[in-house]
């Protein structure tokens, strides 16, 4: 089945710092932290309106992570130009409307094919590998192929909402789209959402290579410390193996 990676996202911890304007919490010191809890990479959003992760807070990652930085971003020249600058080693388009308190949805990336082409081309001419957030569908994943995006992530929200049969239905088309990117030669990831309750199903898709969580491990953080959570999630996957 290949190794799960984890990507740790830490934007919750700017979050905290924001709130009193101060430089405390440091995202880039939970990062730090959690790679050497086991975290694989980190994940951090840096949206337009700069809510929780700043321009300084990616620098700094770019800087000083032993692991690999996945920026997660919206599909605007603004960000494009971030992402060139920086080189993190991954990039995932997502969706962001100003209003959302998080991700909502995945990224139309049928419907937004023609915006979405050159972007994908020049961030895979920096060498920074291409990812797209995606609803668990068969039609996104074929657009994210002829996008030549190497990654797609799948948004297990949904998953993580539901309950009873229509858990399982949704645990079903998250593993149908995951096969069939496989399939086509796509890495797939996948992540919002997952908890210690409900990783492990997620997990034993054999076909995913990496889970993205970020919101519980620092919400668990508040009460146990950022290192043991990240380790528990960490041994979580490793067992649904």
Not at 105 to 133: C, K, Q, T, Y
Not at 139 to 146: L, N, S, V
Not at 160 to 171: D, H, N, S
Not at 184 to 199: C, M
Request: charged share 25%.
């Amino acid at each position: 089945m290949g190794d799960l990676r984890l990507g740790v996202n830490i934007d919750h911890v700017a979050t905290v710092r924001n709130a009193r304007g101060s430089g405390y919490p440091d995202p880039v010191r939970a990062a730090l932290l959690a790679a050497q809890a086991g975290a694989d990479g980190i994940t951090a959003h840096l949206r337009e309106d700069r809510r929780h992760i700043t321009d300084d807070d990616i620098a700094r990652l770019s800087a000083e992570l032993p692991v690999p930085l996945n920026l997660e971003m919206a599909a605007t020249d603004e960000m494009l130009g971030i992402a060139l600058r920086h080189r993190p080693h991954a990039a995932c388009i997502v969706p962001e409307k100003r209003e959302e308190r998080t991700t909502e949805g995945g990224l139309d990336a049928a419907g937004l094919h023609n915006m979405l082409a050159p972007m994908v081309a020049e961030l895979r001419n920096a060498r920074i590998r291409v990812s797209l957030f995606i609803e668990p569908d068969p039609r996104q994943i074929e657009a994210a192929m002829k996008l030549g995006a190497p990654v797609v992530e799948i948004h297990t929200g949904r998953y993580c909402e539901l309950e009873g049969e229509a858990r399982t239905a949704e645990l079903r088309r998250i593993a149908d789209a995951a096969a069939l990117a496989a399939k086509n030669g796509i890495e797939v990831h996948a992540g919002h959402g997952l908890t210690f309750d409900n990783v492990v199903p997620i997990a034993a898709i054999p076909q995913l290579r990496e889970l993205n969580i970020g919101h519980f491990l620092i919400g668990e953080a508040i009460f146990d410390g950022l290192a043991p959570v990240v380790t528990r999630m960490r041994e979580l996957m490793d067992a649904a193996r």
